[in-house]
């Protein structure tokens, strides 16, 4: 029987056909070479947490649905870590990259747990009412610097105080401006002083602490107009529904920067501490510890103090000292 001729057509349908093969074959290659842990492993962070399941955005700001490695310990919120992916939105999580900052609040069993990693300020939220207390805006003042972050003072609800009253205010809190505390002055009401506040949290990792009442969920919602966009984006990405929103959600500002939010870390408050860590959380108080007579001075009424000749000199406010002392007395050594 003589060979069928191919015709032209035929010829050029089985050339396609190969190059279509060899391209798969290429593609897999390509895979298989990827599949090499040096070559797919990412950065990422960690913008939910939910159980085992974890929202990791890359680079280019995509959000994967990763699970993490056993033994690499417990990624929270605002943690880089080491990712491969697994499928076209899933990934896995290899390993944890060191936190430079955690928040931590201590668990049923006294263990201290941590909340969300990275952060770099705290913004302490107040308002004409509830009454502003500075016992409490001092706490979470020696929360940051036992943290190592910066700490912004932001008075909501300006629009409630009338010029005499906004006057005696910002004279009250000038005394936290004066050992380094910025203190901003804002509405979400009227939007004052929002720009100035943003132009503070851009390329910051923030959080927003405050008592109820002061605004914290107004003004989250006045620094992200996208906020419901972000959290559908997430729980679209990860397939784990809205409920995530509970859980600790770092959200990206659109002036640049992130802010870390959830109900469990707005309420984080300071911990019991010890004298030593105290007076490192006093951050006009801590440069002269070391320098009173006494070795265990409690700068209360020992002779030789330096940071009571520090309070006569005007460098310690003696309220300061008093909210120390107070806090000191509840210490644990
Ligand atoms: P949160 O408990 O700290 O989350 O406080 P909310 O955001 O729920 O606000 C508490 C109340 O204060 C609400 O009734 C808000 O409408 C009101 N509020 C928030 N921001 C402002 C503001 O800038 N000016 C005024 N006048 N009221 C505000
Ligand atoms: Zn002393």
Sequence with gaps: MPRRRLSESQIKRIRKIQERRRGRLDARAQIALSDDTETSAREGLVVVRHGANLAVEDQSNRVFHCLSRQNIGHPVCGDRVVWQPTGSQQGVVTALIDRRTVLSRPDYSGREKPLAANLSQLVVLLAPAPEPSEYLVDQYLVAAELMGIKAIIAFN????LDTDSLKGNRER???????GYPCVWISTKDGLGLVTLSEKLAGETSILVGQSGVGKSSLVMALLPDRHIQIGRLSKATGLGRHTTSAATCYRLPGGGHLIDSPGVRSFRLGAIGFSELQMGFRELAPLVGQCR???CRHDREPGCAVKQAVIEGQIHPER?????HLA???RT
Excluded: N
Excluded at 173 to 179: L, M, P, Q, T, V
Excluded at 321 to 325: D, E
């Design 157 to 160: 609800k300006a629009d409630l």
């Design 173 to 179: 809190f000038s005394r936290y401006e004066d050992i």
């Design 294 to 296: 006494f070795a265990d």
């Design 321 to 325: 000292l008093a909210r120390f002392q």
């Design 329 to 331: 007395h509840g210490s």
